[in-house]
């Protein structure tokens, strides 16, 4: 309750603080007005949880806010909004354009006080101000703070729980030019930029285009018939693809199968030219579909780092591809295997430190409780086949022991733990010749594997959760670029062959940003969208746009 006693005194100070002679009776009320509006109450301010009321809490608290700018009107004087002010309302009007919600900001109460001269209505007009610009401010940078709030684990780079109204407001406050400042605020790379150029495109046609599903049915396939056929035709066509014209426009011929393997592998579907269940989920999805989904992948970037730096890898999940970057020119594309449903590839950026050429295999606690100790118990020698070593723990002196020197089946899952397995190098290790590290919490790398043969798989939902690279050998001569006259591939081969393990570490950490896009812009500029196979846009279209359908227009 002590923390109660001081609400009193710091409106005690808004009072003499606004009291002091401002030069016009005017003025004097629209001062003397502001305490009301000075609330210390959870304001929700960017979302966040409700708190109990806090004089200490400085990011609920519009009196503090006020009180560290001079406690006086920050945007408005007695004759009205000011410049910034001006350019506070324009931001919020257009957050639309951002992929956020301007009904967020309260647009529609400052428009209904802007024109007012009545003191009251002033001191209201500029407290809504600033709230608006924090919450704006936040959103924008940062992304909504609420998918945090719902699932702490799957979203937890959602919005800054450290983020500071006080300083955001001086700053503001302090910017020669505010709309250029808050044009500065969302992330300025291409990935960014190019989904907002195509949400302006998409809410166009989703306010133009009346998009009929296609009706289910058979699989088609090249040879058919079938009246669906021409309404397939005609969608395709809509959507920009290139499908040429013929007289029965219900056969489906040869030049349409090429068109459908296109289409497939554009939207990361199996591309076998046949018409299924998913190809036709994807034929049906239409732009308010799309437009939402474009509003969520722009959300992701705003959860991670804005500065992609001048070098730099980019993996997306939900594609299946990891890119290498040079300068803004995409040097490498490659596929990668991310991890199954159940264990699947977090979300963050951090820098690769290292190379492990010829690396061991450290298998997991959870993998030799879960997978190896009831192959071992079926077979004692399962390790010894693999060239897996059992050590007697996970210290540096710990022992070898003989793996089949032991009854397996006494051996509980808890028990398993404290033994270390370690595989050795060579082209029977699950991380094949080479491994990128960049330590993290996760315990999550790039890194080579044995079984290429993945790579050819349409879905590619295989690992524990680290990301395999196709082609690992020139994803290393890329990172080690600033070192190549000391390793050029032929050492890297030369390396690689001769089986004993080696690490280098880069003169220069490269950032490495681990995303998961379900859609983006290609070279081409064309839009792409992807199966969403970890189901995480569902959830998060749930909870930005507060329904259960993904035809929710958040605007």
């Given at each position: 309750?002590?923390?109660?006693?001081?609400?009193?005194?710091?409106?005690?100070?808004?009072?003499?603080?606004?009291?002091?002679?401002?030069?016009?009776?005017?003025?004097?009320?629209?001062?003397?007005?502001?305490?009301?509006?000075?609330?210390?109450?959870?304001?929700?301010?960017?979302?966040?949880?409700?708190?109990?009321?806090?004089?200490?809490?400085?990011?609920?608290?519009?009196?503090?806010?006020?009180?560290?700018?001079?406690?006086?009107?920050?945007?408005?004087?007695?004759?009205?909004?000011?410049?910034?002010?001006?350019?506070?309302?324009?931001?919020?009007?257009?957050?639309?354009?951002?992929?956020?919600?301007?009904?967020?900001?309260?647009?529609?109460?400052?428009?209904?006080?802007?024109?007012?001269?009545?003191?009251?209505?002033?001191?209201?007009?500029?407290?809504?101000?600033?709230?608006?610009?924090?919450?704006?401010?936040?959103?924008?940078?940062?992304?909504?703070?609420?998918?945090?709030?719902?699932?702490?684990?799957?979203?937890?780079?959602?919005?800054?729980?450290?983020?500071?109204?006080?300083?955001?407001?001086?700053?503001?406050?302090?910017?020669?030019?505010?709309?250029?400042?808050?044009?500065?605020?969302?992330?300025?790379?291409?990935?960014?930029?190019?989904?907002?150029?195509?949400?302006?495109?998409?809410?166009?046609?989703?306010?133009?285009?009346?998009?009929?599903?296609?009706?289910?049915?058979?699989?088609?396939?090249?040879?058919?018939?079938?009246?669906?056929?021409?309404?397939?035709?005609?969608?395709?066509?809509?959507?920009?693809?290139?499908?040429?014209?013929?007289?029965?426009?219900?056969?489906?011929?040869?030049?349409?199968?090429?068109?459908?393997?296109?289409?497939?592998?554009?939207?990361?579907?199996?591309?076998?030219?046949?018409?299924?269940?998913?190809?036709?989920?994807?034929?049906?999805?239409?732009?308010?579909?799309?437009?939402?989904?474009?509003?969520?992948?722009?959300?992701?970037?705003?959860?991670?780092?804005?500065?992609?730096?001048?070098?730099?890898?980019?993996?997306?999940?939900?594609?299946?591809?990891?890119?290498?970057?040079?300068?803004?020119?995409?040097?490498?594309?490659?596929?990668?295997?991310?991890?199954?449903?159940?264990?699947?590839?977090?979300?963050?950026?951090?820098?690769?430190?290292?190379?492990?050429?010829?690396?061991?295999?450290?298998?997991?606690?959870?993998?030799?409780?879960?997978?190896?100790?009831?192959?071992?118990?079926?077979?004692?020698?399962?390790?010894?086949?693999?060239?897996?070593?059992?050590?007697?723990?996970?210290?540096?002196?710990?022992?070898?022991?003989?793996?089949?020197?032991?009854?397996?089946?006494?051996?509980?899952?808890?028990?398993?733990?404290?033994?270390?397995?370690?595989?050795?190098?060579?082209?029977?290790?699950?991380?094949?010749?080479?491994?990128?590290?960049?330590?993290?919490?996760?315990?999550?790398?790039?890194?080579?594997?044995?079984?290429?043969?993945?790579?050819?798989?349409?879905?590619?939902?295989?690992?524990?959760?680290?990301?395999?690279?196709?082609?690992?050998?020139?994803?290393?001569?890329?990172?080690?670029?600033?070192?190549?006259?000391?390793?050029?591939?032929?050492?890297?081969?030369?390396?690689?062959?001769?089986?004993?393990?080696?690490?280098?570490?880069?003169?220069?950490?490269?950032?490495?940003?681990?995303?998961?896009?379900?859609?983006?812009?290609?070279?081409?500029?064309?839009?792409?969208f992807n199966n969403d196979n970890y189901d995480r846009d569902k959830i998060l279209a749930k909870i930005l746009f507060n329904r259960d359908d993904s035809e929710a227009d958040p605007n």
């Amino acid at each position: 309750m002590k923390k109660f006693l001081f609400l009193p005194l710091i409106f005690l100070a808004f009072g003499i603080a606004f009291a002091q002679p401002p030069g016009s009776m005017t003025a004097e009320k629209l001062h003397a007005a502001m305490g009301q509006y000075l609330t210390c109450l959870p304001l929700k301010l960017v979302n966040l949880q409700q708190q109990e009321i806090s004089i200490s809490n400085e990011e609920l608290c519009l009196a503090t806010i006020y009180a560290a700018t001079g406690m006086k009107p920050l945007w408005i004087s007695e004759h009205g909004p000011n410049e910034k002010a001006a350019d506070i309302l324009h931001f919020l009007k257009n957050a639309d354009y951002e992929g956020l919600n301007m009904n967020d900001y309260n647009v529609e109460k400052i428009s209904a006080l802007w024109k007012s001269r009545n003191p009251e209505q002033l001191a209201q007009l500029d407290t809504l101000l600033t709230l608006g610009l924090i919450k704006y401010a936040h959103d924008v940078r940062y992304g909504r703070i609420i998918p945090f709030q719902v699932d702490p684990e799957l979203f937890a780079e959602a919005g800054d729980k450290n983020f500071q109204p006080v300083e955001t407001v001086r700053q503001a406050l302090a910017a020669p030019d505010l709309a250029n400042h808050l044009a500065g605020l969302p992330p300025s790379h291409k990935y960014y930029r190019n989904l907002r150029q195509m949400l302006r495109q998409f809410r166009e046609i989703a306010e133009k285009v009346s998009w009929e599903p296609i009706d289910g049915g058979r699989n088609l396939r090249q040879g058919d018939r079938d009246e669906r056929i021409r309404q397939i035709r005609n969608r395709l066509t809509a959507l920009g693809e290139d499908v040429p014209t013929i007289e029965d426009e219900t056969l489906f011929d040869r030049h349409l199968t090429r068109v459908i393997i296109n289409f497939q592998a554009e939207y990361g579907l199996e591309n076998d030219g046949i018409i299924g269940k998913n190809t036709l989920a994807v034929l049906n999805m239409t732009p308010r579909e799309k437009l939402n989904t474009i509003i969520l992948n722009m959300a992701r970037w705003r959860w991670h780092q804005h500065e992609m730096g001048r070098r730099y890898i980019l993996v997306n999940i939900a594609n299946y591809d990891l890119k290498a970057v040079d300068e803004g020119h995409e040097i490498l594309n490659m596929g990668v295997i991310v991890g199954q449903f159940q264990h699947q590839t977090p979300v963050f950026s951090d820098r690769i430190k290292y190379i492990d050429f010829n690396p061991f295999w450290n298998i997991p606690q959870s993998i030799a409780r879960n997978e190896e100790l009831p192959e071992l118990r079926k077979d004692p020698n399962y390790l010894v086949d693999r060239h897996v070593r059992l050590l007697s723990g996970w210290t540096e002196d710990a022992v070898e022991i003989d793996s089949t020197t032991i009854d397996w089946n006494t051996v509980s899952p808890r028990q398993m733990n404290r033994y270390k397995l370690r595989q050795d190098p060579g082209p029977w290790n699950a991380l094949g010749s080479v491994k990128f590290v960049f330590p993290n919490s996760y315990d999550v790398y790039l890194h080579d594997t044995p079984t290429q043969d993945l790579f050819g798989r349409s879905k590619r939902t295989f690992s524990h959760g680290c990301i395999r690279v196709s082609k690992p050998l020139v994803l290393a001569e890329f990172i080690l670029e600033e070192q190549k006259e000391e390793w050029t591939m032929a050492r890297i081969h030369e390396t690689i062959a001769s089986a004993n393990r080696e690490i280098v570490s880069l003169s220069t950490p490269l950032p490495v940003h681990i995303t998961y896009q379900t859609a983006w812009v290609d070279n081409q500029r064309k839009i792409r969208f992807n199966n969403d196979n970890y189901d995480r846009d569902k959830i998060l279209a749930k909870i930005l746009f507060n329904r259960d359908d993904s035809e929710a227009d958040p605007n």
